[in-house]
């Protein structure tokens, strides 16, 4: 988020684009690496971690067709 943040947000250099192309941006940025991490079979997501905990045998790595994701910002 803050490298985000420092992109779109703090920056002059993409100042012409609009807050909901901005967000959009973030939400597609936030899209890819869950999915990536969904598939990535070398590190235990929220999914395998309960599956283990309930006796399911699962491989490390998340279910790629159960993310969502949710972008918001806030003004003060």
């Known amino acids: ?33 869950s999915r990536n991490y969904s ?3 070398s590190r235990d997501s929220p999914f395998s971690l309960l599956a283990k905990d309930n006796d399911i ?8 067709d159960d993310t969502v994701i949710m972008v918001a910002r806030i003004h003060k």
Do not use: R
């Open 1 to 33: 988020m803050n490298e985000w943040e420092e992109t779109y947000i703090n920056s002059t250099i993409n100042i012409s684009l609009s807050n909901d192309k901005k967000l959009k941006i973030l939400t597609n940025y936030l899209i890819e690496k």
């Open 39 to 41: 598939l990535d079979t």
């Open 57 to 64: 045998l699962w491989n490390l790595g998340g279910k790629p």
